[in-house]
């Protein structure tokens, strides 16, 4: 009943008496309790199974849909979905967050700790992962067919405690106790070759073809995952595929004693969907992550081919039906896998195969850092898949000898350049220039990092195929970061310029007029101050720092990485406990320094980073001497919840890294979206954020991109900073002291190695300067709080182009051509 009531209407699908009912009915049911000795795990469970009533039917709704109209859909192909928690935002989603707070409050629960209970769906890194995220749930939103494919990791990124200061990685195990979104679907299975030989046999016609005996076989079982549309009747799937071992059991093992033999092929076959590497850049050379990526993407490309089928007896529409997005270089293996399965299995010829694939892949682009893009060893390659490797040879031939030839001739020099397999000691496959040569589009993801893409990464590419580089500007969901994290300010909103915003997020440009407004900067600062408070609490439970409220509020929050510069929001702290210590009255308005961030466990300088910032912190917080003027402030274990709470009560964003190097950031946008000043460099979406909310309302520093290259090419010393700037040398200098580290000199004396005798490759003492002196001016302009309030307010109003729907309809109109087809 509960659910019919659901398809008559798209907003308030159920009321709260019948939601209570549907909770109390499921606590019975489904968790076998009852409202007397339910406990808060089972209560959560029974309100996700009253909101699944109406997900699940509405899912159903919407693949019924999908296939009566044989519509084209896209792919999205992720090595990581950051989705973070699902119940507040699906029930946000389908309309329900009201009548599910009021029915548990009737019943004597709170909304809020009952969704605490929810582990976070880690299963990603940071900004690619929580993007894939923000994209599956507009395009649901804007009801377009669409499958996300990736891995059912057992464990998501680790879990970060800090110990002493340091570090310590435990394993994040978010399913554990079932988790009541996902439904397996064994009906979809797949199997998976890997390993063995390639043979080359004559058929009776007298053509050549290859077959592939693989050494083993693994089991790819599907979790769908539901994604649940804003106020709309699409709930798409997210795909994820577990590893299993193939379903035969080695009896002659068995019997002969093996038992254990048996079960390390069965652990060995789990390994796979086992973690998730928690590198965020790369992991080059990783047998293992090899495995993963191909077994991800041969059983995604049989599910889509297995749909296709079902309505096509050939492939001659495959490319109009679909069109597979490659989340970075990660999926790049679906390009030869595609091209195996039309050849070998589907007996294609190669140029029809070939026009396929060309016309199905686009790729994204996520960073111009060397080392994340992907190469792997030849030689792994041919050990792991031995007939990709034979396709990859040929489609580099065919490149080689016909485009580049064609367009430079004679030049062997170039064609080395442009190889998709690089010469030297260990030979390697250049994913990226694979994913260039095939796909019909290349993106970047801020508009100055595809510039970048396409003058420094891919110059000779652009040059041969100008037409197939495009950008488009990331963006994030409106829905969680501001609807569902910042309840008091969407209220506000929803007073002040009604309640489009969440699907039209440009529609907060009406509050700008009320900027200057005295009343609405109270009310905004006020919302402001609540948010902070909240933070304020929960610091205090985590870390046992007090903070004020009343102090500026400057947040860090993002993977922990030397182009990120974390160590130079350091060094400027470092910088102005000096200057208390050494002027007790030395002028500055009360600050908090709140940093969150995992660091990769192989990298050593991160972690060093990271104890750093905790080592300063307790110095400094316990230093009666600066009266509270300063704190500092390490959470631990950064994840999107933790997120949800820091993005609404930053007053200070900071987005520093060196320019050129972040390909576009993401949380810079939920910052001014919550109403924080940027402090940033010219770098990412930063670029386009200025652009946004003017000049005026955001504090640049630093170098941009052409005055670093500058610097680079002109021969950078570090040293010329460190003796030019007595501040920076004596902050650098003190790290070497047992100051922070009493009785162990030296502890911390690594970040000050890497920057003068590394090379401080990032120029963070080059920035250094800058860094600080506009950071006085932001200290002045919070001071003065009525024109702070007035910029916060303009932040918050201006920045509607960051919506992920926006970046979700480039692609469509760039890249994916797609019809709607659930009905808005
Ligand atoms: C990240 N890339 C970039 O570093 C961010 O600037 C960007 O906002 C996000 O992608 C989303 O586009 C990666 O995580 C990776 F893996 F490519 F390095």
Redesign the pocket.
């Known amino acids: 009943m509960a659910a019919k009531k659901a398809k008559a209407t798209n907003t308030v699908a159920l009321s709260k008496d019948q939601f209570k009912d549907a909770i109390v009915k499921h606590l019975r049911s489904t968790c076998g309790t009852d409202e007397a000795r339910a406990n808060n795990q089972a209560w959560w469970k029974a309100t996700c199974a009253a909101v699944n009533e109406l997900v699940f039917e509405r899912l159903t709704e919407t693949s019924k849909a999908n296939a009566e109209k044989d519509s084209r859909a896209v792919h999205y192909l992720s090595l ?1 979905f950051l989705m973070g928690r699902l119940t507040v935002n699906n029930m946000h989603n389908v309309g329900v967050f009201g009548a599910a707070r009021d029915a548990l409050a009737d019943l004597g629960k709170d909304v809020n700790d009952i969704c605490d209970e929810e582990p976070d769906m880690a299963l990603g ?7 894939a995220a923000c994209f599956i749930d507009s395009l649901a939103t804007l009801n377009y067919p669409a499958v996300g494919y990736g891995i059912h990791y057992e464990h998501g990124l680790f879990r970060q405690e800090i110990q002493g200061g340091r570090q310590i990685e435990r394993p994040d195990s978010w399913r554990e106790y079932g988790n009541p979104w996902e439904i397996c679907r064994p009906e979809s299975i797949q199997e998976v070759p890997l390993y063995g030989y390639v043979e080359t046999v004559f058929g009776e016609d007298g053509k050549m073809r290859k077959v592939w005996h693989a050494g083993r076989q693994i089991k790819g079982v599907p979790w769908d995952i539901p994604v649940v549309g804003y106020e709309a009747k699409t709930v798409n799937v997210l795909r994820l595929w577990e590893s299993k071992a193939a379903d035969f059991f080695d009896w002659d093992v068995f019997n002969a004693g093996g038992y254990i033999d048996s079960q390390s092929e069965k652990s060995q076959a789990e390994a796979v969907s086992k973690v998730l590497y928690p590198n ?3 992991e080059a050379g990783k047998e293992l992550r090899l495995i993963q990526q191909y077994f991800f993407c041969a059983c995604s490309l049989k599910d889509i081919i297995r749909r296709y089928k079902r309505n096509h007896s050939d492939f001659s529409q495959f490319s109009k039906q679909a069109v597979i997005q490659l989340n ?1 270089t ?1 999926p790049t293996v679906a390009i030869p896998e595609l091209m195996r399965i039309l050849i070998d299995e589907e007996g294609l010829v190669w140029d029809d195969a070939w026009a396929i694939c060309k016309e199905t892949f686009a790729y ?4 111009l ?1 060397p080392e ?1 893009l992907e190469k792997w060893a030849v030689y792994l390659f041919e050990k792991v898949l031995p007939r990709h490797l034979e396709i990859i040879y040929e489609i580099n031939r065919r490149f080689l000898e016909d485009e580049v030839e064609a367009k430079w001739p004679g030049n062997d020099e170039m064609k080395r350049h442009l190889s998709i397999i690089e010469e030297g000691e260990t030979r390697m496959v250049r994913m990226a220039f694979l994913c260039v040569v095939t796909c019909f589009k290349t993106n970047g ?2 508009a100055m ?1 595809s510039e970048l893409v396409k003058e420094d990464l891919f110059p000779e590419f652009y040059e041969l195929w100008p037409e197939r580089f495009v950008n488009v500007t ?1 963006g994030v969901t409106p829905r969680r970061w501001l609807l569902a994290c910042n309840e008091q300010l969407a209220n506000m909103y929803n007073e002040t310029v009604g309640t489009d915003w969440p699907l039209k997020l440009d529609e907060l440009k009406g509050a700008a007029k009320f900027a200057d407004d005295a009343k609405f900067q109270k009310n905004f600062m006020a919302i402001k101050r609540e948010k902070k408070v909240e933070l304020a609490d929960k610091i205090e439970e985590l870390c046992g720092i007090k903070v004020s409220p009343d102090a500026m509020f400057n947040v860090l929050i993002k ?1 922990l990485h030397e182009y990120k510069r974390q160590h130079l929001a350091l060094l400027h702290i470092l910088a102005l406990y000096r200057r208390l210590l050494e002027n007790p009255d030395y002028d500055m308005g009360p600050q908090v320094f709140i940093f969150g961030s995992k660091a990769a466990p192989g990298y050593k300088l991160a972690k060093d980073i990271i104890y750093a910032i905790n080592k300063v912190a307790d110095k400094v917080n316990n230093d009666p001497r600066i009266k509270d003027k300063l704190k500092v402030v390490f959470m631990p274990n950064y994840r999107v919840t933790l997120a949800e709470k820091l993005f609404p009560a930053g007053d200070v964003s900071l987005q520093i ?1 060196t320019a050129g ?7 810079n946008m939920k910052f001014a979206l919550n109403g924080a000043l940027t402090l940033g460099t010219m770098d ?2 930063n670029v386009e954020i200025r652009e946004e909310v003017g000049d005026e309302n955001i504090f640049i520093f630093g170098m941009d991109c052409d005055e670093v290259k500058a610097l680079k090419a002109a021969g950078y010393n570090p040293w010329d900073y460190y003796y030019g700037n007595p501040e920076l040398k004596a902050v650098l200098d003190w790290l070497e002291t047992d100051f922070f580290t009493p009785g162990a000199p030296g502890e911390l004396a690594s970040i000050k190695h890497s920057l003068l005798e590394g090379g401080d490759p990032y120029l963070v003492l080059a920035d250094f300067e800058s860094f600080t002196t506009q950071y006085t001016a932001v200290d002045v302009a919070y001071r003065d709080q009525k024109k702070w309030a007035k910029m916060a307010i303009i932040n918050s109003a201006s920045v509607g182009k960051f919506n992920s729907d926006r970046s979700i309809e480039d692609y469509v109109d760039r890249i994916w051509k797609l019809e709607k087809v659930m009905p808005n």
């Open positions: 990581e890194n940071g900004g690619l992962g929580r993007l965020d850049e790369s970075d990660h994204t682009n996520h960073t850092l994340a993801v801020a990092h990331n993977r890294s190097y972040e390909a576009s950031g993401t949380g990412g979406a």
